[in-house]
């Protein structure tokens, strides 16, 4: 049977609300990294969900933010505008503790997308009672004139599949964009980027992680998986930071990073981490 419905749909909100998690969730592979730090995902990042007669084109996208307006920021708010622009559907993720005035400034800047707006609040199984959400989802229907939100908790997988149906509901009438087999159209490289930045950024504890860069010189996959990737850091002083005392630091940035890649790519994995300092 051809599939008679396709549409875009950004995922938006501040850092950590659960971004990466519900895109995770919905195509149930890790495309997207998840941190309990902020700002891990730097680019928009696609994932599709393949449905009997629907295809849904997830796009994860960094964390909305106003005050940082670093380079790197500018560059993620790019990346949060090309989203939107091409969405048809905007799910709009809160939880129980984003600020009512914060999601009324991030309300009227979507409103200039124009697209249809899903608020969904997530991380519900922190909740121990449901009704513990009354006064702030009736704050919320007062600044967005919306009433009806979605509940979810990403982590536990609930909620997801009325998520979805409220999705297609309001999906176009459109041929999919995109082959019955693809999940993602982020590159093995970039994937094994992301897990080697993630894993970083559980390592140290500082800017670090924010001011690295990863470049991947090779990457070869057949029965296993054999890349070999640099880090470049901003300074020597980095450097060693980096290495740790007897490699200790680079060591586990490396094994975090390879048990992840096994993960989702079910090969016997090796990763090779060189750190060199960026001549700028
Ligand atoms: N308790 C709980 N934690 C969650 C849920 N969804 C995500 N998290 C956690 O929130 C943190 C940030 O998640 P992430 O997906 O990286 O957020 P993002 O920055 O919005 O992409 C991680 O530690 C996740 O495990 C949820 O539904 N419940
Ligand atoms: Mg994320």
Redesign the pocket.
């Known amino acids: 049977m051809s599939k008679s419905k396709f549409g875009y749909v950004s995922i938006v909100?501040k850092?950590?609300?659960?971004?990466?998690?519900l895109l995770n969730q919905l195509i149930g592979q890790r495309v997207s990294v998840?941190?309990?730090k902020?700002n891990?995902?730097r680019d928009k990042i696609l994932g599709l969900y393949h449905g009997r007669d629907y295809q849904i084109a997830f796009l994860d996208t960094p964390?909305f933010q106003n005050l940082n307006q670093s380079i790197t920021y500018k560059q993620m708010r790019r990346q949060i505008n090309m989203a939107l622009d091409m969405s048809d559907i905007v799910i709009y993720l809160i939880d129980r503790y984003t600020e009512i005035q914060a999601i009324q400034s991030v309300m009227s800047e979507l409103a200039r997308f124009d697209k249809s707006i899903i608020i969904v609040i997530?991380?519900i199984?922190?909740l121990k009672n449901k009704n513990e959400l009354l006064p702030f989802t009736d704050d919320l229907s007062k600044v967005t004139n919306i009433s009806d939100f979605a509940f979810i908790?990403?982590?536990?997988n609930k909620g997801i599949d009325q998520l979805v149906k409220l999705i297609v509901a309001r999906l176009p009438m459109a041929t999919p964009e995109y082959e019955d087999n693809k999940i993602t159209d982020v590159t093995l490289e970039f994937r094994i980027k992301e897990e080697i930045r993630n894993a970083a950024l559980n390592a140290l504890h500082d800017e670090i992680p924010y001011e690295i860069d990863i470049e991947i010189n090779s990457v070869v996959a057949e029965k296993n998986l054999i890349a070999h990737a640099t880090i470049w850091a901003p300074k020597k002083s980095y450097k060693s930071i980096l290495i740790g005392k007897s490699g200790r630091t680079i060591k586990a940035i490396g094994s975090e990073a390879r048990k992840n890649i096994e993960t989702w790519n079910n090969k016997k994995s090796s990763l090779y981490l060189q750190v060199n300092v960026r001549k700028s």
């Open positions: 909100g850092p950590n609300v659960g971004k990466s998690t998840v941190n309990k902020s891990t995902t964390g997530n991380k199984d922190l908790s990403s982590l536990k």
